[in-house]
């Protein structure tokens, strides 16, 4: 399935999205920039998804799937069905500024060496649809630790008309993508197919994972902040939080959730990091683990099946691991560490 050939290629992944496809789509029709073709995958949606898609929008393409097939290989599929420079992945609860598409695609097209790109991100409020000041993500931050979080999340937008700067990566909410970066840091699947976000992750922390690649390829990643976008996320950010506050905001999210972001974290730091990093950071990265796994042990028992998890793709993992050390990575240990914060 060979799509038109467009500047700019959206692919949008739904699951029961029918409520948010009024707001998100008429974002993308008033949008500046017009030279992009929409590509939904549905992910088995339940409700009226599809059927309001067709009725409403007749001229985007929608792939069918029965079931829920994952994050990362839907948009793998969108993304090897479609013909473009470049690659927008929209998520089913964000609404987008007139002139976000027209800003990133000028910005990427003056240079060249960037390979991601997002705006500000903003929380839409969708309850009472209303668009806030309070941040999203300004892009991903990585500490000593290695934890990823993303930029500002949870406070009040002070950035304003400040110019792009460069960040360790993008949020997956509403990123940019060069195509030919994509290319050249896919990974071989199952089946003879190729992922651009590993297959492995299913959901959760996939964009994590492709920024690490994007940087082991010596890409760089910006967030360029007067192209705005909001995003329906319904948790603040937790540096606003109490102890408490974050262990209770914890237990609150769904176990899915909580289980592919333990596993995909893991698998994110053994198929990217250098050893070298993780021996200099060992103690950081050692603290934040245990503690993690003490409170998983106490409170969260069910999480551990993500552990079994890690453990049996780790074959998959080592071959991949493998395949990024021999044909990816570009740079060397210290040009990764100093994101580290």
Request: charged share 25%.
């Amino acid at each position: 399935m060979e799509r038109p050939k467009t500047k700019l290629a959206v692919s949008l992944v739904t699951y029961n999205a029918e409520k948010y496809l009024p707001f998100c789509l008429s974002s993308l029709v008033n949008q500046t920039f017009q030279d992009f073709a929409v590509l939904v995958i549905d992910n088995g949606s339940s409700d009226r998804t599809v059927p309001y898609l067709k009725e409403k929008y007749p001229q985007i393409k929608v792939v069918e799937h029965s079931g829920n097939v994952g994050f990362a290989k839907a948009h793998n599929q969108a993304i090897a069905w479609s013909r473009s420079d470049y690659l927008c992945l929209l998520n089913q609860d964000s609404v987008l500024e007139p002139d976000y598409f027209r800003r990133l695609i000028d910005f990427l097209e003056e240079n060249p060496a960037v390979a991601a790109i997002s705006g500000k991100i903003l929380i839409w409020d969708y309850s009472d649809n209303k668009k806030t000041d309070v941040i999203d993500s300004l892009g991903l931050r990585v500490f000593k630790n290695h934890r990823v979080v993303e930029i500002g999340q949870g406070e009040t937008d002070t950035v304003a008309e400040q110019p792009a700067w460069e960040v360790f990566g993008v949020s997956g909410a509403v990123p940019v993508y060069r195509r030919s970066a994509l290319e050249s840091v896919k990974l071989p699947g199952s089946l003879g197919r190729e992922e651009y976000f590993d297959e492995l992750f299913f959901s959760y922390k996939e964009d994590v994972d492709l920024a690490w690649r994007l940087r082991l390829a010596g890409y760089q990643s910006f967030c360029l902040p007067v192209a705005v976008a909001y995003h329906n996320r319904t948790v603040r950010g937790q540096r606003d939080l109490s102890d408490q506050a974050a262990a209770d905001l914890r237990r609150s999210k769904d176990q899915m959730v909580k289980l592919y972001s333990y596993k995909n974290h893991l698998q994110t730091l053994f198929k990217n990091e250098f050893f070298s990093n993780l021996f200099k950071y060992f103690w950081p990265i050692f603290w934040y683990e245990l503690k993690k796994l003490v409170y998983i042990l106490l409170f969260e028992q069910s999480t551990l099946h993500g552990l079994g998890l890690y453990f049996k793709q780790r074959p998959k993992l080592k071959a991949k691991r493998r395949y990024i050390v021999k044909h990816i990575i570009k740079v060397k240990a210290g040009e990764i560490a100093k994101w580290f914060e």
